[in-house]
């Protein structure tokens, strides 16, 4: 059985993703993030590679192999804790650690996983899941996250990820922090991105419905909403 997927995200007045970019520069209260989190209860977080960066960013690459990895899952069994799982099939830099805050690191790979990069993410303890030939199916990392033990799932982006979930159908929740600041320019990424056509193939949110609105510290306000999907489709991730 697929896990709830609770999108979690922070955005601008005018739906902007970029805090950096945000004016005035100084909207988010100390500790926000981390208090809504707290409240968010799951049994682990997804994360696309652009986000994923921040954690391996400056680390060398893998070293060159020889070695043929073969393309089988290595996982942990059910109910053994929680877990940060990483959605980058194509990545090269070392994480240095296995584990994010103390959760063990999965990350999802494809059949096209070149040899190097499986073979650092085993040298290092990592698990990996596989999840389609070129492209990651997004339904297929659910199914396998399901079968972990894992039933509340936190999806924190970013937008193209974000994205990604919600065209195939896969979202339940969105829980929203809006705060008060403004992008003010085009060109800034929104909290969803998604270049596929409009509406080929039709659009699977068929109903949003408010279940929560509460004002936070900092004139934050946090808005969740129960997602209901028409149909679930294939969607891949490229990253």
């Known amino acids: 059985m697929k896990p709830r997927v609770i999108c979690h995200m922070t955005s601008s007045v005018d739906g902007r993703a970029l805090v950096p970019l945000w ?4 909207v988010v209260p100390e500790g926000l993030w981390d208090a809504a989190r707290a409240k968010i209860e ?32 290595v996982l942990p069994e059910p109910g053994q ?14 994480w240095g650690s296995n584990e994010i805050d103390g959760e063990r690191i999965i990350v999802v790979v494809t059949e096209a996983s070149s040899d190097r990069y499986l073979a650092g993410l085993r040298s290092e303890g990592i698990y990996t899941l596989f999840a389609g030939r070129d492209e990651v199916d997004l339904g297929l990392v659910l199914d396998k996250l399901g079968a972990l033990g894992i039933k ?36 800034a990424p929104t909290i969803f991105e998604f270049s596929g056509e409009r509406d080929n193939p039709s659009f699977p949110v068929e109903r949003l419905k408010l279940t929560s609105c509460e004002v936070l510290n900092g004139d934050v306000v946090w808005l969740r909403y129960d997602l209901s999907n028409t149909q679930t489709t294939a969607a891949g991730v490229q990253a």
């Open 23 to 26: 004016h005035p520069a100084d």
């Open 152 to 187: 509340r799932l936190y999806l924190e982006g970013g937008p193209a990820t974000s994205g990604r979930f919600l065209h195939a159908g896969l979202i339940d929740e969105i829980s929203l922090l809006i705060l008060p600041g403004l992008d003010g320019y085009s060109g």
């Open 42 to 73: 799951t049994d682990a977080a997804i994360m696309g590679h652009a986000t994923a960066q921040e954690y391996t960013q400056g680390n060398a690459p893998y070293p060159e192999t020889t070695e043929t990895v073969a393309r089988v899952d």
């Open 81 to 94: 804790g929680k877990y940060q799982v990483v959605i980058a099939p194509k990545g090269t830099q070392a």
